[in-house]
């Protein structure tokens, strides 16, 4: 099922999102519906916070348009390693229409459990860098624009607004 994801400034967005107990067959249907979400979008990676449940899951999938895709579960994930500095123009589901360059690291090593409930640990480099630290920031309640500069937020806020507008008049 292809759910609402939600646009900022909504509230849910800032919450802190809990750790998952169990794996079971309901979060299984929720992963299942965040991958449906994410694909339909089409995005790179959904964290649950942007459906309002306040569960520690996101998904992603950084593959080229023209590779094989390369869907991963994320449950319950730690960051326990992070080196060197990227900036990517990144974009968010939940800011239509906009993009920003973000710092980040360049590379990061995660461990989470999969849709079974098996712990496993990735190191990432590039975009599924990026979108490891982009996703594990939603169930923070952490946003984009939380890392932008006083005048790049004033400008995202006014990008935002023309793209709303845009959107409006189709
Ligand atoms: O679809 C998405 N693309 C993207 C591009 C660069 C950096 C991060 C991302 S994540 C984003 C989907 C999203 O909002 N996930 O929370
Ligand atoms: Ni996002």
Not at 140 to 161: E, F, H, P, Y
Request: include cysteine; hydrophobic fraction near 45%.
């Amino acid at each position: 099922m292809i759910r609402e994801i939600l646009e900022y400034p909504d509230a849910r967005l800032r919450e802190v999102a809990q750790p998952v107990s169990d794996v079971t067959a309901e979060i299984q249907a929720l992963v299942d519906d965040m991958a449906e979400t994410m694909y339909a979008a089409p995005g790179c990676g959904l964290a649950a916070t942007q459906l309002g449940i306040a569960q520690r899951i996101f998904v992603v999938d950084c593959a080229a348009e023209d590779e094989p895709s390369q869907f991963l579960v994320f449950i319950n994930p730690e960051i326990i390693e992070k080196d060197g500095v990227q900036t990517w123009e990144e974009g968010c589901l939940s800011f239509p229409g906009v993009t920003e360059e973000i710092k980040r690291a360049e590379r990061v090593t995660a461990r989470a459990l999969d849709r079974s409930g098996k712990p496993f640990e990735i190191e990432a480099e590039g975009l599924l860098a990026v979108a490891i630290q982009h996703e594990s920031d939603h169930l923070n309640g952490v946003l984009m624009i939380d890392k932008l500069s006083a005048l790049k937020k004033r400008m995202m806020g006014r990008k935002l607004a023309k793209a709303k507008q845009e959107d409006a008049r189709e």
